[in-house]
């Protein structure tokens, strides 16, 4: 089975910064999916970024980017120029090629100082 | 809206009594997505649905849990003889295979409190 792991309960960015959350997953697949989600507080969650496993370019959506070791099964997101916004819960998931089901990490919360 | 919703937001109930939940996926997408996420944890799946079809079962979903989808629209979810370890926010996500059904999108979740 796979497993997904966030080893950061709690991070901590000052507004206009860069910071970086770790994930780290165990497959023996080699074809799957890895993303990354957004849970403000109380609201629904939302797709940041994906990063299909056969690509070796990493994914990129405007301040949001990954560095995706598929050797190390290492799968980090980026956020350049943290807002206020971006104060939330996030989770790394990741889906098998073969499969439908999410497996999800544990979270980090991500809290952003003005 | 076209986003997934899903209703009630929030229920609360007395142990032993059965509860049902709804969730309304985003209009044409054919598969249906179960998760349970309690507090301070990602979310674990449930169960899947594609059309009218439940295809996949977590083992976390004992005999008291039941899903359908009847009509492939929206889907509910029901828990016969809540358990105060029910607790938890359940949370609906929606595809479309047509797209290869990647990208999930989920609804706001029912919170249910258990007493």
């Known amino acids: 089975a796979q497993t997904v792991t966030q080893s950061q309960p709690e991070m901590s960015v000052q507004e206009a910064e860069t910071v970086t959350l770790s994930c780290t997953y165990d497959?023996?697949?080699?074809?799957?999916?890895l993303f990354w989600y957004k849970q403000p507080p109380s609201r629904q969650m939302i797709l940041v970024i994906r990063q299909e496993a056969y690509k070796q370019q990493n994914a990129t959506e405007n301040r949001f980017s990954v560095n995706f070791q598929k050797a190390a099964k290492s799968f980090s997101l980026k956020i350049s120029d943290s807002q206020l916004g971006d104060a939330a819960m996030y989770f790394c998931a990741y889906r098998s090629n073969a499969g439908n089901m999410l497996t999800f990490g544990g979270g980090t919360r991500l809290m952003v100082k003005p | 809206d076209t986003g997934v919703s899903q209703n009630p937001r929030h229920k609360i109930t007395k142990r032993g009594q059965n509860v049902t939940f709804r969730c309304d996926p985003i209009s044409e997408h054919n598969r249906l997505y179960w998760y349970r996420q309690t507090l301070g944890q990602g979310p674990e799946f449930l169960t899947y649905?594609?059309?009218?079809?439940?295809?996949?079962k977590s083992r976390l979903l004992s005999d008291r849990f039941s899903a359908e989808r009847p009509k492939g629209s929206f889907s509910t979810l029901e828990i016969q003889r809540t358990e105060q370890g029910d607790s938890a926010m359940y949370l609906c996500?929606?595809?479309?295979?047509?797209?290869?059904?990647?990208?999930?999108?989920f609804g706001p979740g029912t919170r249910l409190t258990v007493l």
């Open positions: 497959t023996s697949e080699s074809d799957y999916y």
């Open positions: 649905f594609q059309n009218e079809a439940q295809l996949e």
């Open positions: 996500a929606s595809s479309l295979s047509r797209l290869g059904g990647v990208e999930q999108f």
